[in-house]
């Protein structure tokens, strides 16, 4: 009998909230997450905005010790860790070693190590800090998340840049389908705000420099958009095996259907502009999930605000859903959580399972002028209610990964 | 050569290192059993206390102080040693634990 899959516990770290239903109330509400840069001083920069987590408090998540040494994206991966597992109620589970941990980032703690940089550079070899070693290595929050948590199952680390948040999902769905485990503690975190990384981004042309407010200034599908603006933030869920799940009573909020990823194969930053990679993955998720294109009825988009990227997105819709396309309100909320690489698609998929809750889905920010070849319906700066019992949920990483996701409501059979 | 300020700013390099507020740390305070200092915490004090009050020690010295005094005692009297100062009396707090007498306490 096939192990059905579904996600049982939510967690999430962002900067118009920190915990699941502040994130929630903020998307649902088009609460604006993007702002003036204050976590180092960005004067120098042509672009001088991001989507900052602000009012997070490390202690209320482990100890205080582990919340002055752990790096920032590792604080916040195992608080959202943490707020998914109390969701799902994995404390009162006995095997513990059935249940791994699977998380991703792509900018390690790229602050972090430029701060180390910069003493190395001053005073030498004598006063380098060991602890950088272990806390800016990508796997430093899995096994944190392991360790305070518990969870001796395996660990595992992703990093698929924007894809990741997905990919996580993928693993899981896969180690849990196959019977290595009963469930995966899963997600992904990103801190990617530093001086260096900004000019990185920003050298490479895809940061905005919108001159309005900086709220305004990710615009997803519009054709005012001039390119993307960082965020940072973590997303969790525990992603599990059905029985596994009702044995316990445990709340179900989506059951993973399907899911798909393919590859540019072009270079790491050109994308096709008829979205064959991401036509691939949707199609691979439908197939998986045995579904038709038109049983999906919404898409919680990439939508990140780079005129090219967003094109491919919307021709890579219209191929799969056909005449449908236009009858599935597609979402970004890129505009809340800024582009916080691997963290995004875990918070899309955080959204995606209150979107399946609540039947409602989530607008899009900032889209006012349509650009001409972005023609769907993009649920342009107000939510509405709709009925939504199956979603897709894409990413397209900086690299040349797509990965779709297909959730479904849960059923009781 | 008084370092000025010596005590609190080492409980800021044991808060920055800890997480413990620095009202909360007492001098008598055991850096392992109460502290919860590690190996690792060890060398990053020492690099920590070094750039604070350019003294040259070393994690494996910290590693064998017992209480917040002792650090204090020993930063201040490796700055003496520095500037020329005659050792103080070593007996007190402030010294290192050396291999030989952890061994004839065992003993």
């Known amino acids: 009998m096939t192990r059905r899959v579904v996600i049982t516990g939510l967690g ?4 118009v909230g920190i915990g699941v239903k502040s994130f929630w109330h903020a998307l649902r509400d088009g ?20 989507a900052e987590v602000r009012g997070f408090e490390p202690r209320d998540f482990m100890s205080p010790k582990a919340a002055v040494t752990r790096g920032r994206f590792s604080l916040f991966g195992v608080a959202a860790a943490r707020m998914a597992y109390e969701d799902a109620g994995l404390a009162s589970l006995g095997r513990r070693s059935r249940v791994a941990v699977c998380f991703g980032n792509s900018a390690i703690a790229i602050s972090e190590v430029q701060n180390g940089i910069e003493q190395f550079s001053r005073h030498g070899t004598t006063t380098v800090s060991p602890s950088i070693a272990l806390e800016a290595a990508s796997h430093a929050v899995t096994g944190h ?8 199952g395996q660990t595992m680390t992703l990093a698929t840049a924007c894809s990741t948040g997905i990919d996580v999902v993928q693993w899981a769905f896969q180690q849990i389908r196959s019977g290595l485990v009963d469930g995966v503690l899963a997600g992904a975190s990103e801190t990617p705000l530093s ?3 900004q000019a990185t981004f920003s050298a490479l042309g895809v940061l905005s420099r919108w001159p309005g407010p900086p709220a305004q200034a990710l615009r997803p599908f519009d054709a005012m958009s001039d390119g993307l603006v960082l965020g940072e933030g973590a997303g969790a869920f525990v992603v599990e095996e059905l029985q596994h799940a009702r044995a316990r009573g445990a709340h179900t909020y989506a059951e993973v259907l399907g899911f798909g990823s393919a590859s540019e194969g072009i270079n790491l930053r050109t994308v096709d502009p008829t979205g064959a990679a991401l036509q691939s993955a949707a199609r691979l998720a439908l197939r998986m999930a ?27 819709y219209r191929s799969v859903f056909g005449r449908h396309a236009y009858n599935v309100p597609v979402s970004s909320i890129k505009p809340v959580t800024g582009q916080s690489l691997a ?15 609540e039947q409602f889905v989530p607008p899009t920010l900032n889209h006012d002028l349509p650009h001409p070849e972005c023609d769907l319906d993009y649920v342009p700066n107000r939510g509405r209610t709709a009925r939504v019992s199956r979603l897709l949920v894409a990413a397209h990483a900086m690299g040349g990964t797509h990965s779709a996701l297909i959730l479904g409501l849960p059923t009781e059979n | 050569m008084e370092i000025p300020d010596l005590e609190r700013r080492v409980k800021q390099i044991l808060t920055n290192r800890l997480g413990i507020p620095a009202d909360e740390i007492t001098l008598d305070a055991k850096l392992v ?8 915490d060890a060398v990053e004090l020492a690099i920590a206390t070094e750039r604070q009050f350019n003294v040259a020690l070393s994690d494996e010295q910290v590693a ?35 291999d030989t007498e952890t061994s004839g306490e065992a003993g």
């Open chain 1, 12 to 15: 999430a770290v962002t900067p």
């Open chain 2, 33 to 40: 059993d109460e502290l919860g200092m590690d190996s690792l």
């Open chain 1, 195 to 197: 001086s260096y990384s």
């Open chain 1, 145 to 152: 998340i392991s360790a305070d948590l518990s969870l001796k």
């Open chain 1, 343 to 357: 963290a995004a698609g875990a918070l899309q998929v955080v959204a995606a399972c209150f979107t399946l809750q």
């Open chain 1, 290 to 316: 045995r579904l038709d294109a038109s049983a999906i009825d919404h898409v919680n988009a990439h939508g990140n605000g780079l005129p090219d990227y967003d094109r491919a997105e919307t021709a890579a």
């Open chain 2, 64 to 98: 064998k102080l017992t209480t917040v005094a002792d650090i204090i005692a020993y930063v201040q009297r490796l700055a003496g040693e520095q500037a020329g100062e005659p050792p103080p009396d070593r007996s007190g707090v402030g010294s290192p634990r050396r």
């Open chain 1, 31 to 50: 609460v604006p997450g993007i702002g003036e840069i204050t976590l180092f001083d960005a004067s120098a920069h042509p672009c001088r905005i991001a």
